[in-house]
């Protein structure tokens, strides 16, 4: 069983369960955003009210699925102040967490695709966040396929 951790501080992260690849902006060779529904509904961040409801429904249903070994997508649409998305995804098969944190669309970012493979997944102040991750390369997600 995988251990769940409250944690006080979060980054927007995401998951892919595909560990190699390249940034797929616009390629058409990317994550499909939205691609998994069941057991946890995308979402779409738009820096209104009903924001903290979202991520904290969909937090709770990521880390149960975790907790309970059960394979899972969890796909996030942020935006930034200026609307810039920046789509995430947490995948996890029952064993291993794969964040992807796609910033290629960040005017403001730094531009890149990190993905990371976390031995577990705590809840952050905002989105969840990995703990005992090391780096590895993988797609971001196709432009085409975001909300």
Known sequence: MH???IAALAVPLAVSLTACG???AGSGDGL????S???CAPIVLTNDTDDETKVRDGSDCLLAAV???EAVIWDVL???VEGDPIPVRYASDGDVVVITDDSTRDEFGNGTV????????ERGSWLPEGRDCVGTDGPGF?????P
Not at 32 to 35: A, S
């Open 37 to 39: 529904t069941e057991p």
């Open 22 to 24: 390249s940034s797929g």
């Open 142 to 146: 196709d432009d085409a396929t975001l």
């Open 67 to 69: 907790e309970s070994g």
């Open 32 to 35: 499909v955003f939205g691609e």
């Open 78 to 80: 942020a935006v930034t």
């Open 3 to 5: 251990r769940i951790v």
């Open 114 to 121: 990190e993905v990371r493979r976390c031995a577990t997944i």
